[in-house]
């Protein structure tokens, strides 16, 4: 069943047309990495998906309902998080006050209680600092940290954008480890990845955006051993 459906998204800055009619979908228990080049269009096009800046056309819909035009805030409820590019946590909140916020539409504290000591088992370290501000964490904390906390919430579907960006290969490591766990245990996730390799690697399928378009489609494993991909994105 598809959960996300993505169709003739295009998303303009003035002038120019960033996104150029692209197509997809996210199917439930998937893993959907979107890869590519910098400036390919695929920080856009999920902030597109999210009604984080305006499209100017196509269509979005998450369990078969019409979201194309439904505000960023209320995806939350409707079981989509977000780990926006750069973390975004907030900086002079406590570990567990950051927590406590990706719990925001939920009602029952002890089902909240449950998921946060869920979170702190999975990231010891993240216990360990409730109580320090999440500012002072590293890169790899606090990556760590924004991903409990958007996984607060229970969402059906995880958009990741750039998990890896600025981290240690042992954190990279880590936090793709955790992006299959969480897959494994019944989260959907749609992955802007720079990169590739990890990012196919761990992937059902994938996409490849050339300059605002989708250029190549298949399963990770095809694209991992693509010759013009391997060249093209992995350096190989």
């Known amino acids: ?72 805030h209320k995806l939350v409820p409707m079981g989509i998080a977000q780990v926006p590019e750069g973390r975004r946590i907030f900086q002079e909140l406590t570990v567990a006050e950051n927590l406590r916020l990706g719990a925001y539409t939920r009602s029952d504290k002890k089902e909240i209680e449950e998921t946060r000591e869920k979170m702190y088992e999975r990231f010891p370290i993240l216990k360990e600092r409730a109580k320090q501000i999440a500012g002072t964490l590293s890169g790899g904390e606090q990556q760590m940290l924004a991903m409990s906390r958007a996984l607060m919430s229970h969402p059906k579907l995880l958009l990741l954008d750039e998990p890896s960006m600025g981290l240690s290969p042992l954190y990279v490591n880590i936090i793709f480890d955790m992006i299959k766990q969480v897959n494994a245990e019944g989260t959907t996730v749609l992955l802007v990845e720079q990169n590739a390799k990890k990012a196919l690697a761990i992937a059902d399928r994938a996409y490849v955006l050339e300059i605002g378009k989708i250029a190549r489609t298949g399963t990770g494993a095809e694209l991992l051993a693509d010759d013009s991909i391997r060249r093209a994105y992995l350096g190989d």
């Open 1 to 72: 069943m598809s959960l996300l459906t993505v169709e003739n998204l295009e998303v303009c800055y003035g002038l120019i047309r960033a996104i150029k009619g692209v197509s997809f979908h996210v199917d439930e228990g998937e893993i959907v990495s979107l890869i590519g080049a910098n400036g390919a269009g695929k920080t856009t096009i999920m902030h597109a998906v999210c009604n984080l800046i305006p499209k100017a056309a196509g269509t979005v819909s998450f369990m078969g309902n019409d979201i194309t035009e439904t505000a960023a």
